[in-house]
């Protein structure tokens, strides 16, 4: 029998919000605060937004990071309360994700490279549609899409900017990655493709000079791209505690539902 986690040095992080820092304060007078480099978990206080940025801070960490809702969308985080942090901290689930990594190369040759943990985008920078080529697995499998852009999306950024943009929910687990058009125009009917998490993804930009296109991982943006390659990064594994009966998956199946 496996010797339960303990979770005893608890570092906090939190959102710039009232409500994150009356949290923090609450929370590190009864718990303390530990060093990040030394702590067993990390809490972060705040919404999704906080929980990404600080996914990101220890993205090669293993230190195993839970969220408290103090924030706006809180779709990743678990409920607040002051409670038997440690009890909860000890029975949590672990879930496991990868992120994505992007390379992208601007007009002056410049390579950008950046990670992202919800999607890799390629959003439009004027009034002019973009114009796309896809490549997968350096095979072309589309040789024009004119969008306002395209992204890629793992299954737990699948339930963000993804899926208002149409595209499928998929669970935690799934080793797929969404292909999602954004506003479609040619061809109009297209509503994207499922990849395994195994494919290398590369979006060419055609005409760039007249149709400039923009790349972001999550929050990292380069302009003027010309050329994006996009793979799940196998070698980075993040960990997320969720609450029992709260998982990220539950979260997602729920998501498909409607409530």
């Not at 919404?47 to 969308?73: A, E, N």
């Not at 929910?169 to 998490?197: Q, V, Y």
């Not at 998956?249 to 409607?258: A, C, H, N």
């Amino acid at each position: 029998m496996s010797t339960p986690i303990r979770h005893d040095r608890i570092s906090f992080v939190a959102g710039p919000s009232v409500e994150a820092q009356t949290a923090l304060t609450q929370l590190v007078v009864r718990y303390g605060n530990a060093d990040p480099a030394d702590a067993d978990v990390i809490v972060a206080l705040g919404g999704d937004g906080l929980m990404l940025k600080t996914l990101h801070d220890y993205m090669r960490s293993d230190i195993p990071i839970y969220g408290m809702h103090r924030g706006t969308v809180g779709f990743l985080m678990n409920e607040f309360s002051t409670h038997d942090l440690h009890a909860r901290l000890d029975a949590a689930r672990d879930t496991v994700i990868h992120p994505l990594l992007m390379r992208a190369t601007d007009v002056h040759g410049e390579v950008h490279v950046h990670h992202a943990i919800n999607e890799v985008s390629l959003f439009r920078q004027t009034h002019q549609a973009a114009r796309l080529r896809i490549i997968i697995d350096e095979r072309e499998r589309m040789s024009e899409l004119i969008a306002d852009g395209i992204l890629v999306a793992t299954p737990a950024g699948s339930t963000a900017y993804n899926l208002s943009a149409q595209g499928p929910i998929l669970p935690i687990n799934a080793a797929l990655l969404a292909l999602t058009p954004i506003s479609a125009f040619r061809p109009r009917r297209w509503r994207g493709a499922l990849l395994p998490n195994t494919a290398f993804v590369v979006i060419e930009v055609l005409e760039g000079d007249k149709r400039p296109v923009a790349a972001v991982a999550d929050h990292d943006e380069a302009r003027d791209v010309r050329r994006v390659e996009i793979i799940s990064d196998k070698t980075i594994k993040m960990r997320m505690l969720f609450d029992p009966g709260h998982s990220l998956e539950e979260r997602i199946l729920s998501e498909q539902f409607g409530y």
